[in-house]
């Protein structure tokens, strides 16, 4: 997970250098030395209060193989940690940060109570949502497009499935969704994606990004661009999707433009 809490706070925020230190103040017991005279951080998890453990929080201590790249995130400690409550087992094995449910699974699903919440959260922070997505995607989709999926999430009731959690719904509205129509619509020039994108565009047959880094069409030809969120995984503590974006000419016809594994970063909306 890529968030924390100290204890007796609600106060949710990213594990970053500034936050873990400006909210723990350095003190005991988020910063302790152990037997070896190492350095560990604790925090506790914001989804079931168990203490969880700041891993990479300053410099390299695991390079991931998946990037190569340290990464800064929390993972749930096994045994008691002086200073935080006992370890709540059954609550750590059914936190969503702990084991999450894999998205896309549709069977596993929340108490009404929690689906309630997830439903008015969307709710609440429809425009932000709508912002987040945009960004992950590196993609300016229109209010339209958007409105149809959230809409729709909600419609359907997606948001009841226990892979679905206050932390990830844009990356769950998405996976969620079928895949969805990208003609026409804008790259997003601040997206961390945007130049992968736009050069991968090279390899289509049909549709180009023209100068206003709008994907149109060259051909006069059928033919259709749509995105979609597949392949969930979890890796060392991590999540991610695939993202995909393909054309399509007739039914069962794919060729695929632009592909990557994307890590699934957990956002916090206000309540
Ligand atoms: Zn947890």
């Given at each position: 997970m890529d968030v924390f809490r100290i204890r007796d706070s609600e106060d949710v925020r990213k594990i970053t250098i500034t936050n873990f230190e400006e909210a723990t103040q350095k003190m005991y017991p988020y910063?302790?030395?152990?037997?070896?005279?190492?350095?560990?951080?604790?925090?506790?998890?914001?989804a079931c209060g168990n203490t969880?453990?700041?891993i990479n929080l300053y410099g390299i201590q695991q390079v991931q193989n998946i990037t190569n790249v340290?990464?800064?995130?929390?993972r749930h400690?096994?045994?008691?940690?002086?200073?935080?409550?006992?370890?709540?087992?059954?609550?750590?094995e059914n936190c969503d940060l702990y084991r999450p449910t894999p998205l896309g699974n549709r069977e596993i699903m929340h108490?009404?109570?929690?689906?309630?919440?997830?439903?008015?959260?969307?709710?609440?922070?429809?425009?932000?949502?709508?912002?987040?997505?945009?960004?992950?995607l590196s993609i300016n989709l229109s209010h339209n497009i958007l409105d149809r999926v959230i809409d729709s999430f909600i419609e359907s009731q997606s948001y009841s499935y226990r892979a679905v959690t206050k932390y990830n719904l844009p990356y769950s509205i998405i996976y969620y969704s079928e895949a969805i129509n990208l003609y026409s619509q804008y790259l997003l020039e601040e997206g961390r994606l945007f130049n992968n994108i736009k050069i991968s565009f090279s390899?289509?047959?049909?549709?180009i990004i023209s100068e206003e880094n709008k994907i149109t069409k060259n051909t006069n030809k059928?033919?259709?661009?749509?995105?979609n969120f597949l392949s969930y995984r979890r890796l060392n503590d991590r999540d991610f999707v695939r993202y995909k974006i393909f054309e399509s000419e007739a039914d069962n016809e794919y060729n695929t433009i632009f592909e990557d594994e994307i890590e699934i970063e957990l956002i916090i909306y206000n309540e």
């Open positions: 910063y302790q030395v152990n037997n070896n005279g190492k350095q560990k951080l604790y925090a506790v998890c914001p969880i453990q700041i340290a990464t800064t995130y929390g400690c096994n045994r008691n940690i002086a200073g935080f409550d006992p370890i709540d087992i059954n609550r750590k108490n009404d109570q929690t689906s309630i919440e997830l439903k008015q959260l969307i709710e609440n922070n429809r425009d932000a949502i709508k912002k987040d997505i945009r960004k992950i390899s289509s047959r049909y549709f059928y033919a259709e661009v749509y995105f």
